[in-house]
């Protein structure tokens, strides 16, 4: 699997996000409370609201536009809302972060 380097887990504040152009879109990569990190596409799949400035709560965010709840380790929508965005793999090496690449490439497939 090929690895793009997208920066240091303190560039993300515990609880936050960052979001990162790829040519497939923008992908919300979070930093939860104990420093596990994920990748999503920056998409809602209720109204397209950007997931990268929502609330971070455990391993899951809600969307900032209508509350949606995503959980950011399969990428579904949680309680009564049926979704489900795109997840990306990240690799943590130190302090270094990574995403995958061909996850990257797939969507455009």
């Not at 399969?74 to 489900?84: F, H, N, P, Q």
Request: net charge neutral.
């Amino acid at each position: 699997m090929t690895w793009i380097a997208i920066g240091t887990l303190s560039d993300i504040p515990r609880r936050g996000a960052r979001c990162v152009a790829t040519p497939q879109g923008k992908v919300a990569v979070f930093r939860t409370q104990d420093d596990q990190v994920y990748a999503i596409d920056d998409q809602c799949p209720h109204k397209g609201g950007p997931l990268s400035q929502g609330i971070v709560h455990g391993t899951a965010v809600t969307c900032p536009l209508h509350n949606w709840v995503i959980s950011l380790e399969t990428g579904k929508a949680l309680g009564a809302d049926e979704g489900v965005v795109r997840t990306i793999s990240v690799k943590v090496e130190g302090e270094r972060l990574f995403l995958a690449l061909e996850a990257l490439a797939s969507r455009a497939a």
